[in-house]
């Protein structure tokens, strides 16, 4: 088993800030103990999906059109990334042409 940071970024989906519906993206570090890289991507989307559902169901953000594009994957040696999990880095999808 190995550590693996898996970099997702996540678009087109909405968030929901002071009653103004946001079009944007999002890019996320899911850090997975996991045997194989593939494993790990697998392992990765699970987690982010239910990250993201646990939001949607609060009504903070729409995400069910966005797509999980991979943007990379690398073994980590930092240990204590998986008790203490980065949140979303969000961006603004009308400032990207």
Same mark, same amino acid.
């Given at each position: 088993m190995s550590l693996f940071k898996v970099c997702f970024d996540v678009?087109?989906?909405y968030i929901?800030?002071?009653g103004v519906r946001t079009r944007c993206g999002f890019l996320s570090n899911v850090?997975?103990?996991?045997?194989?890289?593939?494993e790990a #991507?697998?392992?990765?989307?699970?987690?982010?999906n239910?990250?993201?559902?646990?939001?949607?169901e609060k009504g903070e953000i729409e995400y069910s059109n966005a797509e999980f594009t #991979?943007?990379?994957?690398?073994r980590s040696v930092q240990l204590w990334k998986l008790v203490r999990p980065e949140g979303f880095v969000f961006y603004s999808k009308?400032? #990207?042409s």
């Amino acid at each position: 088993m190995s550590l693996f940071k898996v970099c997702f970024d996540v678009s087109p989906l909405y968030i929901h800030l002071d009653g103004v519906r946001t079009r944007c993206g999002f890019l996320s570090n899911v850090y997975i103990l996991a045997p194989s890289k593939s494993e790990a #991507v697998s392992a990765a989307r699970v987690r982010l999906n239910k990250a993201l559902g646990e939001r949607a169901e609060k009504g903070e953000i729409e995400y069910s059109n966005a797509e999980f594009t #991979v943007d990379s994957v690398e073994r980590s040696v930092q240990l204590w990334k998986l008790v203490r999990p980065e949140g979303f880095v969000f961006y603004s999808k009308d400032d #990207v042409s």
